[in-house]
């Protein structure tokens, strides 16, 4: 699905305008309306809405919102966080037509800190209309007290267009944010309500007008918004998905080669077999140091020792495996659980700078990446590294919490340094350099040890049935996504086992192939 920034949304309604003959104040009607009947359809039986009100056109959605709230007996207060002095026509024209009805209109300076906390607590719901698409720096004045007041309020709160301090284009918080449990956006999905941490900020979002915004309106629809930039979930994954047909056999599903576990990590290189067989993948090997017995790994796993170097691998561990395994390995999976000791780093480097195989790297593989790009770093287009946010604050020699502020912008410079990237988290992206996924599914659940190990198993799969890293990257991430929205619905978000994740995998991957729609990434 495209996923839209500010940019491309203020060009669509330029054309709504230019093309089309619509005018701002029918616009701002649609807006304001579908909020109210949202408000409507989500809360009812209420009988009473706080509407917070900023200067510009967003205000303006909620003075129209207000409107249609108010024409339903509700008892509609509007606080606003402007007098509307520099506002827009048809801004200042809803505030007018409301006035003239009889409206509440109250002006937040006029307000003290507890009065408007109690107007907030009694109000049954709460309208965010501070700022949208137009805001462009951390709130500040009246809007900053009443977004903190908002967030201390009890009250469900409905964001119109964008939770108000939300950067709609990136998903970065601009200093503090609105925390909605409902957005209400306009035309088609923008970017920053599925990137964390605007995602967490946003709630559940619906999306209004959308029929608005198609191809037969727009045919050059593609040249507006960024064409590479997508929002991936189960239906665009499936023209992905290897067919599997009545000639197959195991030779066809590819075979996964795993550099995984040590003395002391011996659990993970099990879940990366289990995420890689769970996956599809044809044959799994296993390699592993010597007397690191491996618990609980599956009799369908080939297991591979090789000599232990300080309890872990070291770089002859790949050439053991690939003189006995090379005519068959079609993907290496690299990282979970081989620790950090210099035999690892050797063989983190010799696959990174000799091996021609489509890799995986993860985990404590990931530890070394720096290292190696002291040196002549070679971009490699055939791997994927699947950070979580500290290990690519250190990929980038950066803090994890500067990551987490800016996934979309940290992804990108990932990819374009080291190769496809996955990185991990809510609102997991995936990115090649060129083109960037958001991956719209997430479930807390998934947040358990050995999580990341499935992941990076179900990968090796897929790139071992011939996936590029873009693609293996997209399939894995929104599947394994998919089993935690699953298995989280039935569970709930805490006690879900890594290797219940990997279980889940089959059922979800059958559950795709069964969608009728096929639509193009
Ligand atoms: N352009 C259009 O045709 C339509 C726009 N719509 C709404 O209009 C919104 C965009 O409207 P605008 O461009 O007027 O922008 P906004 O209403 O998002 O924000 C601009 C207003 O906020 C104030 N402001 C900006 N940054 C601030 C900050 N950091 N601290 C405090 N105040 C700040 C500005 O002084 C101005 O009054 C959309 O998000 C959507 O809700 C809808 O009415 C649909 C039609
Ligand atoms: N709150 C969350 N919501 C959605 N997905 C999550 C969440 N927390 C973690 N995940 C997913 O779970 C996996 C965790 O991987 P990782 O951090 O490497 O764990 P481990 O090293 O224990 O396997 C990743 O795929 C990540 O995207
Ligand atoms: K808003």
């Known amino acids: 699905m495209r996923l839209y920034t500010c940019d491309a949304i203020r060009r669509i309604e330029d054309l709504l305008v230019d093309k089309y003959g619509f005018d701002f104040f029918q616009l701002m009607d649609y807006a304001g309306n579908a909020v109210a009947e949202k408000v409507l359809a989500r809360f009812p039986g209420i009988k009473s809405v706080a509407v917070l009100c ?61 009065e408007l906390l109690r107007l907030l607590d009694e109000s049954d719901v709460i309208i965010d209309a501070l700022l949208g698409i137009g805001a462009t720096s951390s709130p500040r004045g009246e809007y900053l007290r009443l977004i903190r007041a908002v967030n201390q309020s009890q009250t469900p709160v409905v964001s119109i267009d964008l939770p108000s301090g939300l950067d709609g284009s990136t998903g970065e918080i601009m200093g503090e944010a609105v925390k909605a449990d409902i957005t209400v956006t306009f035309w088609g999905p923008k970017v920053g309500l599925y990137v964390m941490p605007g995602k967490e900020h946003a709630g559940e979002v619906l999306i209004a007008n959308e029929e608005f915004v198609s ?42 080669l795993i550099f995984a576990g040590s003395k002391k990590y011996k659990g993970a290189a099990a879940l990366v077999a289990l995420g890689a067989l769970r996956a599809g993948a044809g044959r799994v090997i296993l390699v592993v140091p010597e007397g690191c017995l491996v618990p609980g790994v599956t009799p369908e796993t080939i297991v591979f020792e090789v000599p232990s170097r300080d309890g872990t691998l070291a770089a002859d561990s790949y050439i053991r495996a690939m003189d006995e395994f090379g005519d068959i390995v079609s993907s290496i999976v690299i990282g979970p659980g081989v620790g950090r000791t210099n035999g690892v780093r050797d063989l983190v480097s010799y696959i990174w700078e000799q091996s021609q195989v489509p890799t995986c790297m993860d985990a404590d593989a990931l530890y070394f990446l720096p290292e ?3 040196g002549a770093l070679q971009r490699r287009h ?3 590294i699947t950070p979580h946010e500290g290990e690519a604050a250190r990929l980038m020699r950066s803090k994890a919490s500067c990551v987490s502020a800016k996934r979309l912008e940290f992804a990108k410079s990932i990819a374009e340094k080291w190769g496809t990237v996955l ?30 190990d499935v992941l990076s198993g179900m990968i090796g799969a897929f790139l071992a049935r011939g996936l590029g890293c873009y693609e293996a990257g997209l399939c894995a991430a929104c599947l394994h996504a998919r089993a935690g929205v699953s298995l989280g619905a039935i569970r709930g978000n805490d006690g879900i086992l890594a290797g219940e994740i990997a279980n889940r995998i089959p059922i979800e991957i059958k559950s795709v192939s069964e969608l009728e729609r096929e639509p193009l990434l």
């Open 372 to 374: 190696i790009g002291e």
């Open 215 to 256: 191809d037969r309106l727009f045919p050059d629809l593609g040249e507006i918004i960024k064409k590479d930039l997508h929002l991936v979930s189960v239906p665009e994954i499936k023209h992905l998905l290897p067919p599997v047909t009545l000639s197959y056999h195991k030779g066809k599903r590819g075979s996964v």
């Open 382 to 384: 055939d791997v994927i």
């Open 423 to 452: 990185l991990k988290g809510a609102g997991t992206i995936v990115d090649d350099g060129n083109r960037t996924s958001v991956i719209k599914d997430a479930h807390p659940c998934l947040s358990v040890p050995g999580s990341g």
């Open 54 to 114: 900023g200067g510009g056109n967003n205000g303006g959605d909620g003075l129209v919102a207000a409107r249609y709230l108010f024409l339903k007996d509700i008892a509609v207060k509007v606080i606003a966080a402007s007098r509307f002095e520099r506002s827009s026509l048809q801004t200042m024209k809803n505030k007018t037509i409301l006035e003239k009805m009889g409206g509440t209109l109250l002006t937040s300076e006029e307000i003290g800190d507890t």
